[in-house]
């Protein structure tokens, strides 16, 4: 099997291994885990990618498995194309199925560069706090305490919109509960470090999204 590193579609070995190494550098090289538990959960991050770029330009198992219980051809699953899902499986006439194909892709791509400018953001504030050994509030900080990890939850999101498979959709509950965990641990650790500056600031602010009120 052949495999041209240019072809946007299926079947593309070198393409996977690209969008993986990316993803590989942005959690490893940008958001630079520091502990123990960061690092396994970059891990388990890089496995859920893996998985889904395995799908996305390698073979299209879910696409295979929709296109069989939906009573379509083998070509409508490996039309690249249709590996976005959502408008075939919730059965949009023909007639708008490209249209809502192309939007649905929109939002996710819309999604996915949102969040990871939102984790890079994040991820600088909080290195320049360690490096300082202060509490990060400013920027995205002043109203939300994990932006890094909020950055993280809309690149999910969009990945899933944009691009469904079933061994993503089933392991994606588990990432984001991995991650609030981390967080949890994190703002345990500030306290200790902190004590009534980080209670403070934790009253004022949300974990993932800015507090409405209070």
């Not at 099997?1 to 690209?18: K, S």
Request: hydrophobic residues 50%; positive net charge; proline residues 4%.
């Amino acid at each position: 099997m052949q495999f041209n590193i240019f072809r946007i579609g299926y079947f593309n070995g070198w393409l996977v291994a690209i969008y993986v190494l990316l993803v590989g550098i942005f959690l490893y090289g940008i958001l630079r885990p520091r502990r123990k538990v960061e690092w396994k959960s970059a891990g388990v991050a890089q496995a859920w990618v893996m998985a889904l770029y395995a799908e996305m330009y390698g073979i299209p198992l879910t696409a295979y498995f929709a296109m069989t219980w939906l009573g379509r051809t083998q070509a409508d699953a490996e039309n690249h194309f249709n590996g976005h899902l959502w408008p075939i499986i919730f059965s949009v006439p023909d007639a708008y199925l490209r249209q809502s194909q192309f939007w649905l892709t929109l939002l996710g791509q819309l999604l996915i560069l949102s969040g990871g400018l939102l984790a890079i953001l994040g991820w600088r504030g909080i290195h320049r706090a360690v490096a300082s050994n202060s509490i990060a509030q400013s920027g995205l900080y002043r109203f939300i305490r994990h932006p890094q990890y909020t950055g993280f939850y809309l690149f999910l999101i969009g990945s899933v919109i944009n691009w469904p498979t079933i061994l993503t959709l089933l392991t994606l509950p588990a990432l984001c509960w991995i991650y609030r965990k981390l967080a949890i641990a994190e703002e345990q650790e500030a306290l200790k470090i902190f004590g009534d500056d980080y209670q403070r600031y934790m009253l004022r602010t949300g974990r993932f999204l800015p507090r409405l009120f209070g």
